[in-house]
């Protein structure tokens, strides 16, 4: 479930080094009114994409062992449906 940020939490301060060229790229490219309101929005694009990276892995892998489970099911029903065939 993706966290709400749309409701204002009081905010905490950090103090975060960046290198210097970072800082003059985001100052050149950032469409908001502050670097604060850039690193906001970078950082909830971010870990959203992280999100959306652990449920891909968890899908990718309950369809694997599903996969699994499911080759074995046809194995024993396939060889039960051919026994009348022959």
Same mark, same amino acid.
């Given at each position: 479930?993706?966290? @709400?940020?749309?409701?204002?939490?009081?905010?905490?301060?950090?103090?975060?080094? #960046?290198?210097?060229?970072?800082?003059?790229?985001i100052d050149? #490219? @950032?469409? #908001?009114?502050?670097r604060?309101? #850039?690193?906001?929005?970078?950082?909830?694009?971010?870990?959203?994409?992280?999100?959306?990276?652990?449920?891909?892995?968890?899908l990718?892998?309950?369809?694997?062992?599903? *996969?699994?489970?499911?080759?074995?099911?046809n *194995?024993?029903?396939?060889t039960?449906a051919?026994e009348?065939?022959?």
């Amino acid at each position: 479930m993706e966290p @709400n940020y749309r409701v204002r939490s009081p905010g905490v301060k950090t103090t975060v080094l #960046f290198e210097r060229s970072l800082l003059e790229e985001i100052d050149a #490219f @950032n469409p #908001f009114k502050t670097r604060k309101d #850039f690193l906001d929005q970078a950082c909830k694009r971010y870990l959203k994409e992280l999100r959306r990276r652990v449920i891909d892995a968890k899908l990718a892998e309950a369809c694997s062992e599903a *996969e699994s489970e499911d080759r074995s099911v046809n *194995e024993e029903w396939g060889t039960i449906a051919l026994e009348g065939w022959k």
